[in-house]
């Protein structure tokens, strides 16, 4: 069975940092892109970032480039974002899923078949 188990979210001032983790099982790691999203109340979920496991390659959304980082530690099958300097505006759930490529186009579509349950993001202004 496929399991994707966010951790790290919290509620941290404007300015600050968070740490999210996104930790896998049930499926051969190496061969899946992971990919970050989230949602604010109302709105639709959007694409944060995504990694391809196996060659490390990395996409951002325009929002989050140059503050946020996405890595993954293929030993612990478990991926990272790293947020920093973060604003009111990236308050959300946020979400890892797996699918088959890491794009910018998957990220976009949303093209990733599993997902875990969310962790929750707020920041304080």
């Known amino acids: 069975e496929v399991q994707l188990v966010e951790s790290g979210g919290g509620l941290v001032q404007a300015g600050g940092s968070l740490r999210l983790s996104c930790t896998a099982s049930?499926?051969?790691?190496?061969?899946?892109?992971i990919g970050w999203f989230r949602q604010a109340p109302g709105k639709e979920r959007e694409g944060v970032s995504c990694i391809s496991v196996i060659d490390g390659s990395t996409h951002y959304a325009d929002s989050v480039k140059g503050r946020f980082t996405i890595s993954s530690d293929n030993a612990k099958n478990t991926v990272y974002l790293q947020m920093n300097s973060l604003k009111p505006e990236d308050t959300a759930v946020y979400y890892c899923?797996?699918?088959?490529?890491?794009?910018?186009?998957?990220?976009?579509?949303?093209?990733?078949?599993?997902w875990g349950r969310g962790t929750q993001v707020t920041v304080s202004s």
């Open positions: 899923a797996a699918g088959g490529v890491a794009t910018m186009e998957a990220l976009a579509t949303r093209d990733f078949g599993s």
């Open positions: 049930g499926f051969t790691f190496d061969d899946y892109a």
